[in-house]
């Protein structure tokens, strides 16, 4: 049972909450913390109706509200909050890719474990935030077989639901053959095989290239390529396997590996939200052994590690 950490609220009334927070932001000093009680516990539609009656009530918009009262990462967190998915996965996606430095990580991260619908939306965001087309802005600003393979991703052309045993194999010896071989065809192979079968599929074919290989196809992976287009693939592999076990690894390493990498915590915290930070959380303490809570919390501080506590959902034995 995969499940997210926000669910809609009871008894909701978009008008009440729009004229609360009306009155947190317009106040003297800005309530933070009224602004963390009502956003972080309603779900990304009721957020939405939400500022619509705000508009309707005071003529301005709640993002830019936001975004004037409030700094730092608290104001990233309040504001992502505010946009529907397929618009804050176009928003992260925009930086990533026209920031200062491009964000490699963040490309990985949203185009390897989203589903063709999810995908779909996206680049219909992308094009519609920016006015720009998504997989053309991964080709001007990314290179080499990450970018084909990126771009592949971006197609959202994956199979879905279907598997074919009979070619499992044939699949997995190509793959065996592109470890071996590291030719651009190879290369070319390998990530076709990885974006476009479908997740039934995939199973079937790990399974057979370690009958093949005797060897993980992660580890053979890691052994055999380098750089952001190993990163990639091993991600997709990952995704396959157990999304909320990537996600889990994911915010470790974002919290541990490099101090604390805000923008990645932030980014997927909210993400995930209603999808499956539940699960992700569960997969988290059975593997690192302390809860997200308790990192979350050793890491971050003020009202911005509030309103993350408050997404993450955290139960009484994590803290």
């Known amino acids: 049972q995969i499940q997210g950490t926000i669910f809609p609220a009871p008894n909701f009334n978009p008008i009440m909450d729009a004229q609360v927070l009306g009155g947190a932001l317009q106040g003297i000093s800005c309530e933070k913390d009224v602004l963390i009680d009502i956003l972080t516990q309603r779900c990304n539609s009721q957020r939405l109706m939400i500022a619509e009656a705000y508009r309707d009530m005071y003529g301005r918009d709640l993002i830019m509200d936001l975004k004037e009262n409030l700094s730092h990462h608290f104001k990233e967190v309040m504001v992502g909050l505010m946009y529907q998915p397929a618009s804050y996965d176009a928003h992260e996606l925009w930086h990533a890719l026209k920031g200062a430095d491009i964000e490699e990580k963040c490309l990985i991260d949203i185009l390897a474990s989203r589903s063709n619908v999810e995908i779909f939306q996206m680049k219909e965001a992308y094009l519609i935030q920016y006015n720009n087309d998504l997989q053309q802005d991964i080709a001007s600003e990314t290179s080499g077989h990450f970018r084909d393979t990126l771009m592949n991703l971006a197609q959202g052309t994956r199979m879905e639901g279907y598997a074919?045993?009979?070619?499992?194999?044939?699949?997995?010896?190509?793959?065996?053959e592109a470890c071996q071989r590291k030719t651009g065809e190879h290369k070319n192979m390998l990530q076709m095989i990885l974006c476009n079968r479908s997740y039934q599929q995939l199973w079937m074919v790990f399974?057979?290239?370690?009958?093949?290989?005797?060897?993980?196809?992660?580890?053979?992976?890691?052994?055999?390529?380098?750089?952001?287009?190993?990163?990639?693939?091993?991600?997709?592999?990952?995704?396959?396997?157990?999304?909320?076990?990537?996600?889990?690894?994911?915010?470790?390493?974002?919290?541990?590996?490099?101090?604390?990498?805000?923008?990645?915590?932030?980014?997927?915290?909210?993400?995930?939200?209603?999808?499956?930070?539940?699960?992700?959380?569960?997969?988290?303490?059975e593997r690192y052994g302390k809860s997200l809570f308790h990192d979350i919390k050793h890491f971050a501080s003020g009202h911005y590690e509030s309103a993350l506590l408050a997404i993450c959902a955290g139960d009484a034995e994590d803290y």
């Open 164 to 176: 074919d045993p009979s070619t499992a194999a044939q699949d997995a010896m190509i793959l065996w």
């Open 207 to 285: 399974q057979e290239f370690q009958n093949i290989s005797g060897q993980d196809i992660v580890d053979a992976i890691n052994e055999c390529y380098d750089g952001y287009f190993q990163e990639l693939l091993v991600a997709i592999v990952l995704c396959v396997r157990d999304k909320p076990s990537y996600f889990a690894y994911r915010l470790y390493s974002a919290i541990h590996d490099f101090g604390f990498h805000n923008k990645t915590v932030i980014r997927i915290l909210i993400a995930r939200s209603e999808i499956d930070l539940m699960t992700i959380r569960q997969r988290y303490k």
